[in-house]
């Protein structure tokens, strides 16, 4: 609803002629869109609280927060013609994208459920990627999670040459060489 929102401002500023009361529905529906906004994000926190994090949560609270950036440039744009759009998305989007790619969301997912919940589910925790491993081990659930595992879960990281090298796997097979 807010990206329909965005794309209803959008259209509004190109299609219609500017005039004040146009501005002023705008801005109040920009207002809005921001309260809905808020208001997801709060509904997806207090999920979280209940039924614990998991990359699709982290995911909707990222869309969420650029999408309220965006709506700053929808609400310049209302104000100031010639604001230069596309340039402003692609440049949000593409550092919102590389922030949250360099986030290590496994590694926040594992380090939240265990936190918050001694008793997370193990299997979850198990299918993460390399980035979660150490914080299975700041959280003491690593020989859990090997024991349930068996050895594939040790031998997924240890088989890596030149060409598949990955800093997360190697970081990983360091960890887990002690188990």
């Known amino acids: 609803v807010c990206l329909i929102n965005l794309i209803t401002i959008l259209v509004c500023v190109a299609r219609f002629r500017e005039h004040i009361f146009l501005k002023v529905v705008m801005t109040v529906f920009s207002i809005c869109t921001y309260i809905m906004i808020a208001s997801s994000a709060l509904r997806m926190v207090m999920y979280i609280g209940e039924y614990h994090l998991t990359f699709l949560r982290i995911l909707v609270l990222w869309a969420l927060a650029v999408i309220a950036i965006l709506l700053v440039a929808c609400i310049a744009t209302i104000y100031k013609k010639n604001f230069p759009l596309f340039q402003y998305v692609m440049i949000v989007v593409t550092v919102c994208y590389i922030a949250f790619s360099f986030a290590k969301p496994d590694y926040i997912i594992a380090k939240y459920n265990l936190m918050t919940n001694r008793s997370a589910d193990l299997h979850y925790l198990a299918d993460l990627s390399s980035d979660a491993i150490p914080a299975l081990e700041e959280g003491g659930v ?38």
């Open 142 to 179: 690593l020989d859990d999670i090997v024991e349930l595992e068996g050895s594939y879960y040790k031998e997924k990281y240890e088989e890596m040459g030149i060409l598949d090298f990955n800093i997360s796997y190697y970081k990983a097979a360091r960890v887990l060489k002690d188990y």
